[in-house]
């Protein structure tokens, strides 16, 4: 009677230490995860990454420690990256669009107009197209692990209302270190200037430049409503993020570990799109209420942006690559019904 008490305990005890995810082969080290990122804390981006932090610590038993360090203070997208690459730091998210100098398929997600919608998103970011993406990193010293939303870009400015394209016309118009976006406001008569978003706020403020384009969540979490008048609803492309590893760190992980870091990376992504999705649907109104003034363009108005824009597209398709091209268009196209 004993022995089996004692043996069902120890078997109950089994079957917890299991379920806890700390089976008796998990092959954890202490390791210390310095996670950068350039949003503020009290943004979509700050919130999931304290999300994938904690998970982290759960998963490992606190073995693993994530040091989440925003607002770009071990610097801007780009600069993360090369520290990525070269073993100094091991973990970002940023803009997919700043990824493009080391991958250039990347710029797949540049193309204006590319997703309808979040749903479309999800698709291709979460399916084979996205991975295959993603997974060019890989040559490159950087390892991907989930698509976070951005979101989709509107447009800002200090000058005038935009309603129509001509209204663009000698706005300097800061945009991402990326050529699509560059050759795309260009096109549209702005005068485009590269920028990293860690610059931004001060550029805004001085009138280094005049406006900029990036999420509402955004322009409500980094406060460019204090230096920004007018708001245009143009939704002009779906931007992603994208959390990275340095691979030199990785390579150098358990299984265990590394499976620790990529279920973190999506439980937080699918917290972060509903959370990013959430605030997005009130944003207007807040940023109404902090003295923003929004128009819509008019259909006809919105048509001929998206004409001007779609031009792009073959610069685009040619720098990714006619394959990775075609297939987009064909598996939206199936999605779509066409
Ligand atoms: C941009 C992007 C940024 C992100 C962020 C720093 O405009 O949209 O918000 O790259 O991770 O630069």
Do not use: C
């Amino acid at each position: 009677m004993h022995i089996l008490r004692r043996t069902i305990l120890a078997a109950a005890a089994v079957s917890a230490l299991l379920a806890s995810g700390a089976g008796f082969a998990a092959d954890i080290k202490p390791r210390l995860i310095r996670f950068g990122y350039g949003l503020n804390e009290a943004s979509n981006q700050g919130r999931a990454v304290k999300l994938f932090a904690e998970q982290v610590e759960k998963a490992s038993q606190g073995k693993m420690k994530v040091r989440a360090i925003g607002a770009a203070a071990l610097g801007s997208d780009v600069q993360m990256q090369q520290a990525l690459i070269g073993g100094a730091q091991e973990m970002m998210v940023g803009s997919t669009a700043t990824l493009v100098g080391i991958t250039k398929e990347m710029a797949l997600w540049d193309t204006p107009f590319l997703f309808n919608n979040t749903k479309e998103a999800d698709a291709v970011l979460d399916g084979p197209i996205g991975t295959k993406v993603m997974n060019k990193l890989q040559d490159k010293g950087l390892v991907g692990l989930a698509y976070w939303e951005n979101g989709f870009r509107n447009l800002t400015n200090s000058k005038r209302p935009v309603t129509k394209m001509e209204d663009l016309d000698g706005i300097k118009l800061r945009v991402m270190q990326n050529n699509v976006y560059l050759d795309s406001f260009k096109m549209l008569g702005a005068n485009a200037i590269p920028l990293p978003f860690s610059e931004l706020f001060s550029a805004l403020e001085t009138r280094t430049v005049d406006g900029q384009e990036n999420p509402y969540n955004t322009i409500l979490s980094s406060k460019f409503y204090e230096v920004q008048k007018y708001l245009t609803i143009s939704n002009h492309v779906y931007s992603p993020w994208i959390v990275t590893v340095s691979k030199k760190w990785w390579d150098g992980l358990s299984k265990d570990e590394q499976k620790i870091l990529a279920d973190a990376a999506r439980a937080s992504r699918d917290f972060e799109r509903k959370d990013t999705r959430e605030e997005g649907a009130k944003a207007l109104a807040d940023l109404k209420g902090k003295g923003m003034q929004i128009n819509e363009l008019s259909p006809a108005e919105a048509g001929r942006m998206r004409d001007k824009l779609t031009k792009v597209n073959a610069s685009v398709a040619s720098n990714v690559g006619m394959d990775l091209w075609k297939e987009t268009q064909d598996e939206l196209g199936k999605m779509r019904g066409t």
